[in-house]
């Protein structure tokens, strides 16, 4: 069956570096979202890609779907404290009726 | 607008007890998922309902877990008996689809967290 996987699983970094995190899916993506989990929270909705090639900013965070729809990254500029959380990519296949799976997810901290 | 509101927040209880989780979806939302989350682990899909509908159970362990989504609005999750595996926090979320191969955007509950001993 589908299968989406992420790398890293941990990422430890100093505030003001940079992070990414990689998705990759077994089969090709009608679309991938990506979410963002803060530490006992539940999963928030950051944003969604559709297209082969899009690219999508939200101020320090860039996120590319890649050319192939199977896979996709999340890059933060400039890492700040307030980034700390654990980030998902979650995808839908063509052939699977809109089902979101989710990967395993990059844990984010950022060391002041 | 109230988000998806999930109880109870958390549950201790004996393994082979059941347990029933409810969830209430956003006002309007015609999808309902239940994911369960384990430690560690990305949200892994239970079941999916379109309106009353379970168009998508096959991750559901159907020997002791069931899900209803009555009238298409709430919807609860029983497990009955429950195992020391089962030990994870539920989740309930929502989203407005339109159909075709494209997922809306998941508005996730706080969570059930169940500790089973």
């Known amino acids: 069956g589908q299968q989406v996987m992420q790398i890293p699983q941990y990422q430890h970094v100093q505030e003001g570096e940079d992070f990414t995190t990689y998705c990759n899916s077994s089969?090709?993506?009608?679309?991938i979202q990506w979410y963002k989990q803060r530490p006992g929270g539940h999963p928030v909705f950051l944003i969604q890609?559709?297209?082969?090639?899009e690219v999508k900013k939200q101020k320090r965070l860039t996120f590319q779907f890649g050319e192939a729809k199977k896979n996709s990254s999340l890059h933060i500029t400039a890492t700040q404290t307030t980034d700390v959380g654990t980030y998902f990519c979650a995808g839908s296949s063509y052939n699977q009726g809109g089902k979101l799976i989710f990967g395993q997810g990059t844990e984010l901290s950022v060391k002041p | 607008e109230a988000g998806v509101v999930q109880s109870p927040r958390y549950k201790i209880i004996e393994k082979k007890q059941p347990v029933a989780f409810w969830c209430n979806p956003i006002s309007g939302h015609n999808t309902l998922y239940w994911y369960r989350q384990n430690l560690g682990q990305g949200p892994e899909l239970l079941i999916r309902y379109e309106n009353e509908e379970a168009v998508d159970d096959s991750q559901l362990p159907k020997d002791r877990f069931s899900a209803e989504r009555l009238k298409g609005v709430d919807s609860t999750l029983k497990i009955q008996p429950a195992e020391l595996g089962d030990s994870a926090v539920y989740l309930c979320a929502s989203s407005l689809d339109l159909g075709g191969a494209y997922t809306g955007e998941l508005f996730f509950g706080e969570g059930s967290r169940l500790t089973v001993l």
């Open positions: 890609l559709v297209k082969s090639g």
């Open positions: 089969t090709t993506l009608s679309n």
